[in-house]
């Protein structure tokens, strides 16, 4: 058997590969492992912005992240939901919030109840029974006292992207990771494997397992044999991104604005000190220039000097572990900047590594076990930001009548066929959003069940009302007790908005 890893070597840019460092050197340096970071130029302007779903505390406390910490470095807003508006020409927006997910063997999912009522005559919506959804619209944040009972939801953030990719950096060299003196020149790839990387200032590097964490351009792992990029723009077919900033919003809201136009979307993602503006759109339907003008329209803020304009290309790794290197966040996989994915990625292919890291170094059995999960997780999250564009009602706009009369991912198709049946979710594993937000999502998208499981009708008619009133009641006095999102960060007047280019 061959002897332990004990050099790993992280290669990339920004918040993933800091990221990376940190958790490896978390884990395993009291073990003896060496961890050294090649740090690539950033892609980051001063008007990026992270958005992340709730599971990233969890990431935060791996690593000894302090909350308070991350809200006050990065400018941060707690999120708890997205709201998605124009995508249905006449329908309302719709929330797609993050409520937890029940505890296992207990009653049926409330969608259940709730569908039967609705298909009964009920007349209140599925997003009326959503904690996240209540917290979202009173722009509170839920963190529910020990006392209260479920249901339940959790909150992400909004982060200022260049002070988060700042403080992982500074977190992972507190941990033990060690920076490179030069940035990379040349790979030095053997059959399937690296042999060493070679840096600007002439120094060379060898490891017994190298991290890409490059980005799309995937520096490492692109060189090796067997490696191969598949392209998802046929489902999500936004090539290009434009990011901007606008002044801060007078009062912070809990959630994300989503709202699409003729040849993609505009979304508004609040910090404290300012509000991000980004855009994506197909460069084959709209030009940049066009993109500016629209984008200030949508959001009703001025759009201009600050822009900065970027590629787009959705898609994954089809092998993200090959040989000695392993692909992590947008080196193995690229999504839009919608349903606030940023770092999600990133934390995803982390924990899959760390879960599969090698017993030794050598063949890497691992590998296998690590790319058929990061696949499965890549396709799961694809499938969720397919459907926006999938099951899109924009009619008669050129755009998005083509991408809905694409033929959708099989996966997809089965949440659909199965929810419009009986608004049953069908997850499978590597899940990363629960049933109830994918029914936020779907119902949003105007698929409305035509049944529900039949068990429900073993409940009396008298306790089936109860309990969608219990809920209904239930729901809206915990919201009203939750903190707003001033409260909860501490401040009372608006922070001055940072013009691009201060620190």
């Given at each position: 058997?061959?002897?332990?890893?004990q050099?790993?070597?992280?290669?990339?840019?920004?918040?993933?590969v800091?990221l990376?460092?940190?958790?490896?050197?978390r884990?395993?340096?009291?073990?003896g492992?060496?961890?050294?970071?090649v740090?690539?130029?950033?892609?980051?302007?001063?008007?990026d912005?992270?958005?992340?779903?709730?599971?990233?505390a969890?990431?935060?406390?791996?690593?000894?992240l302090?909350?308070?910490l991350?809200?006050?470095?990065?400018?941060?807003?707690?999120?708890?939901a997205?709201?998605?508006?124009?995508?249905a020409?006449?329908?309302?927006?719709?929330?797609?919030?993050?409520?937890?997910e029940p505890?296992?063997?207990?009653?049926?999912?409330?969608?259940?109840?709730?569908?039967?009522?609705?298909?009964e005559?009920l007349?209140?919506g599925?997003?009326?029974?959503s904690l996240?959804?209540?917290?979202?619209r009173?722009?509170?944040?839920?963190?529910?006292?020990?006392?209260l009972?479920?249901?339940?939801a959790?909150?992400?953030?909004?982060?200022?992207a260049?002070?988060?990719?700042?403080?992982?950096?500074?977190?992972?060299?507190?941990?033990g990771a060690?920076?490179?003196?030069?940035?990379l020149?040349?790979?030095d790839?053997?059959?399937?494997?690296?042999?060493?990387?070679?840096?600007?200032?002439?120094?060379?590097?060898a490891?017994d397992?190298?991290?890409?964490?490059?980005?799309?351009?995937?520096?490492?792992?692109?060189?090796?044999?067997?490696?191969?990029?598949?392209?998802?723009?046929?489902?999500?077919?936004?090539?290009?991104?434009?990011?901007?900033?606008?002044?801060r919003?007078?009062?912070l809201?809990a959630?994300?604005?989503?709202?699409?136009?003729?040849?993609?979307?505009?979304?508004l993602?609040?910090?404290?000190?300012?509000?991000?503006?980004?855009?994506?759109?197909?460069s084959?339907?709209i030009?940049?220039?066009?993109?500016?003008?629209?984008a200030?329209?949508?959001?009703?803020?001025?759009?201009?000097?600050?822009?900065v304009?970027s590629?787009?290309?959705p898609?994954m790794q089809?092998?993200?572990?090959?040989?000695?290197?392993?692909?992590?966040?947008?080196?193995?996989?690229?999504?839009?900047p919608?349903?606030?994915?940023d770092l999600?990625?990133?934390?995803?292919?982390?924990?899959h590594?760390?879960?599969?890291?090698?017993a030794?170094?050598?063949?890497?059995?691992?590998?296998e076990?690590?790319?058929?999960?990061?696949?499965?997780?890549?396709?799961?999250?694809?499938?969720?930001?397919?459907?926006?564009?999938?099951?899109?009602?924009?009619?008669?706009?050129?755009?998005?009548d083509?991408?809905?009369?694409?033929?959708?991912?099989?996966?997809?198709?089965?949440?659909?066929d199965?929810?419009?049946?009986r608004?049953?979710?069908?997850?499978?594993?590597?899940?990363?959003?629960f049933?109830?937000?994918?029914?936020?999502l779907?119902?949003?998208?105007?698929?409305?069940?035509?049944?529900?499981?039949?068990?429900?009708?073993?409940?009396?008619?008298?306790?089936?009302?109860q309990?969608?009133?219990?809920?209904?009641?239930g729901?809206?006095?915990?919201?009203?007790q939750?903190?707003?999102?001033?409260?909860?960060?501490?401040?009372?007047?608006?922070?001055?908005a940072?013009?691009?280019?201060q620190?």
């Open positions: 058997m061959s002897g332990r890893v050099t790993v070597a992280v290669v990339g840019r920004d918040a993933p800091w990376a460092a940190a958790a490896v050197q884990a395993l340096g009291r073990t492992v060496t961890v050294r970071v740090e690539q130029e950033t892609r980051l302007a001063d008007v912005v992270y958005a992340a779903v709730p599971s990233i969890s990431m935060h406390r791996l690593l000894g302090e909350e308070r991350v809200l006050q470095v990065c400018n941060a807003v707690p999120m708890v997205q709201r998605f508006s124009n995508w020409k006449g329908a309302p927006p719709y929330f797609v919030a993050y409520d937890d505890p296992p063997g207990g009653d049926l999912p409330f969608t259940q109840y709730w569908a039967k009522g609705m298909l005559g007349r209140v599925l997003e009326d029974f996240g959804t209540a917290c979202a009173l722009n509170a944040v839920p963190v529910p006292p020990s006392e009972a479920p249901p339940s959790s909150y992400g953030y909004h982060l200022d260049p002070r988060y990719a700042e403080l992982a950096k500074q977190l992972a060299l507190r941990l060690q920076g490179a003196p030069a940035g020149r040349n790979v790839v053997e059959g399937d494997r690296i042999a060493g990387i070679d840096l600007a200032d002439g120094t060379r590097i490891a397992l190298y991290i890409d964490a490059s980005g799309p351009e995937a520096r490492l792992i692109g060189n090796l044999g067997g490696a191969g990029f598949e392209p998802w723009s046929e489902w999500l077919p936004c090539d290009r991104l434009l990011t901007a900033s606008g002044p919003l007078p009062s809201p959630f994300s604005q989503i709202s699409a136009f003729k040849c993609g979307w505009v979304g993602f609040p910090l404290q000190d300012r509000t991000a503006i980004v855009a994506a759109y197909s084959g339907a030009g940049d220039a066009e993109v500016v003008e629209l200030s329209v949508v959001s009703r803020m001025p759009v201009g000097g600050d822009a304009v590629e787009l290309r898609g089809q092998r993200p572990w090959i040989g000695n290197c392993v692909a992590v966040g947008q080196s193995a996989i690229t999504l839009e919608i349903d606030a994915l999600h990625t990133t934390h995803g292919c982390i924990s590594l760390m879960a599969m890291f090698p030794a170094a050598g063949e890497f059995p691992e590998s076990a690590y790319n058929r999960s990061v696949n499965s997780f890549a396709t799961n999250l694809r499938d969720f930001q397919a459907a926006h564009y999938c099951l899109n009602r924009r009619y008669d706009d050129p755009f998005w083509e991408v809905r009369e694409t033929r959708m991912p099989p996966g997809l198709q089965r949440k659909v199965m929810f419009d049946a608004a049953l979710v069908p997850l499978t594993d590597d899940e990363s959003f049933e109830q937000a994918w029914a936020s779907l119902l949003g998208s105007g698929i409305i069940p035509k049944g529900y499981d039949p068990r429900v009708d073993g409940l009396p008619d008298e306790a089936h009302i309990k969608v009133q219990e809920r209904l009641r729901v809206a006095a915990i919201a009203r939750m903190p707003s999102v001033e409260h909860f960060l501490g401040i009372d007047q608006p922070t001055p940072r013009v691009s280019g620190a």
